[in-house]
């Protein structure tokens, strides 16, 4: 096939700030009609044409399109061709099949394909345009609902925070500062906060990504026995050490020691992590002999430490050693905007592990999350998720399955947002979306979860009140 430049015919031929809308007929005659039909509406989208499906397979492949419009029936490569090459390159991409040889034996094969859509020759103004709106609604949902599967793979296969608001963007750029360079980290926060699921992310950022990861709860080993838990001991040590155990700062020999909860460490003990800070190096229970050791520590704290040192409970020298670099993780009640990402995450990874088909949380259960303070913080939503599906029998998990803490009087009320004047209902439906739109970064699919309404519904709201534009 020679390769002829085809004939392009739409509004602007670069910046593709509007959605394109490809139109794909041999007849020119018919492909001016179409073309100058969706060109005249009201609808913003941009109209392209070519004559051919060899032409339109070449566009597609440089320029991103959201609608094919297509004879069924063409010269060379058909309409199912072309149908076929879109759904492997993109299937977001809507296609509308239009033919003038319509039977029900080509109709159904171009449904089963994955046509949007079927139009027969000669077809309505009007039902054509309504047939592209709703292409083009379906494209955009489409779009949004792989952006957020996205987002959600990449939160589980890096095990990173899961959080779009702008504390945990913060603490992002932070945890990135931290495993650039091998100091020592201090991460204060709330029980429940994720300290160990920061500590984890940059040692899976860091150059000691291939070495060990241990962790230790401070708070969780009786004082007599955390220092031989930390620095082991050798046989004869005491009585009962009958034989020798190597303690977890060797078991973590060139890569990462995590201490939570470093508050509650005796002061004998502080004394001798500093020491291992200052010379890398340790003397195990009933050891003469020095064990030299590479490890990075980092520690937590769900308390002030300096006020601990004020009451003589921390040593300040220790507290700089360990303070090279603080990371403060925000407790979920200041983020609140995380909330309704937080239990998508935790409701696709239960129903997974409990083999439960459960799609989503009514609006009123995410409502109530909000507006919930969270004293247990990301912890105590991921243990209420895990609950709430098991006890849900239904595809959407509903208000009776929450706890008496959000759904009674107890349930914390939020601050005031904002004071809304009386207004039209448009007017305050217009505002609500808005400023959801704009809580959830223009995230629509997590936006109309919280709104209560479908995706498509959403985008026709999105449409009808020009919030596009702001």
């Known amino acids: 096939m020679n390769k002829l430049e085809p004939e392009l015919n739409w509004s602007a031929r670069e910046g593709h700030d509007k959605p394109i809308v490809l139109v794909v007929e041999d007849d020119k005659n018919m492909r001016e009609l179409i073309a100058r039909v969706l060109g005249d509406s009201s609808m913003k989208f941009e109209v392209v044409s070519v004559e051919n499906a060899h032409y339109a397979m070449d566009y597609i492949e440089s320029t991103p399109v959201a609608v094919v419009v297509t004879d069924l029936k063409m010269p060379g490569a058909s309409g199912l061709d072309l149908l076929n090459f879109t759904s492997a390159l993109d299937p977001t991409i809507q296609v509308v ?4 040889h319509a039977t029900v034996e080509s109709a159904v094969a171009a449904l089963k394909q994955g046509s949007f859509d079927y139009l027969r020759k000669p077809f ?15 494209y955009h ?3 949004e609902n792989q952006q957020l599967r996205e987002r959600q793979r990449q939160f589980s296969e890096t095990g990173s925070l899961v959080g779009a608001s702008q504390s945990i963007e913060k603490v992002s750029k932070l ?13 204060t926060g709330e029980s429940g906060s994720g300290k160990e699921l920061v ?7 860091s150059n000691r990504k291939d070495q060990t990861f241990v962790a230790i709860n401070c ?9 031989s838990e930390l620095f082991g001991y050798r046989k004869g040590a005491f009585t009962g050490a009958d034989r020798a155990k190597t303690g977890l700062f060797e078991e973590a020999n060139n890569g990462t020691l995590f201490l939570d909860e470093i508050n509650n460490a005796p002061l004998t003990l502080q004394a001798k992590l500093l020491r291992v800070l200052q010379d890398g190096s340790f003397y195990p229970m009933g050891e003469t002999t020095p064990v030299s050791v590479d490890v990075r520590v980092i520690a937590a704290s769900n ?7 004020e009451k003589g409970e921390f040593r300040e020298d220790l507290y700089y050693r360990l303070m090279v670099m603080e990371i403060a993780i925000p407790p979920l009640r200041e983020r609140r905007d ?4 937080l239990a998508y995450y935790f409701l696709n990874k239960h129903c997974s592990r409990l083999n439960k088909p459960i799609r989503g949380i009514q609006t009123e259960v995410l409502g109530a999350m909000i507006r919930y303070d969270w004293p247990g913080n990301v912890r105590e939503l991921e243990n209420l998720i895990q609950r709430m599906i098991i006890m849900t029998e239904s595809d959407k998990i509903g208000v009776d399955s929450l706890p008496q803490s959000l759904s009674g009087d107890q349930l914390t009320p939020m601050k005031a947002l904002d004071y809304i004047s009386p207004q039209s209902l448009e007017e305050i439906e217009a505002y609500f979306i808005r400023k959801t739109l704009r809580e959830c970064k223009n995230d629509r699919a997590l936006a109309a979860s919280i709104l209560g309404i479908d995706k498509s519904t959403l985008w026709r709201k999105i449409k009808r009140y020009n919030l596009d534009e702001s």
Do not use: F, K
């Not at 309505?124 to 379906?138: G, P």
């Not at 995380?338 to 990402?341: A, G, S």
């Open 124 to 138: 309505d103004n009007v039902e054509l345009l309504c047939t592209i709106e709703r292409a083009l609604m379906q």
């Open 141 to 143: 949902l489409s779009n």
């Open 219 to 227: 708070a969780a080993i009786p004082e007599n026995l955390i220092e």
């Open 199 to 205: 500590a984890r992310q940059i040692q899976q950022q």
């Open 303 to 309: 308390r002030n430490i300096a006020e601990l040192i």
């Open 175 to 187: 945890i990135d500062a931290a495993a650039a360079y091998d100091c020592s980290v201090m991460i």
């Open 97 to 100: 099949m239009v033919t003038g």
């Open 338 to 341: 995380d909330i309704p990402l």
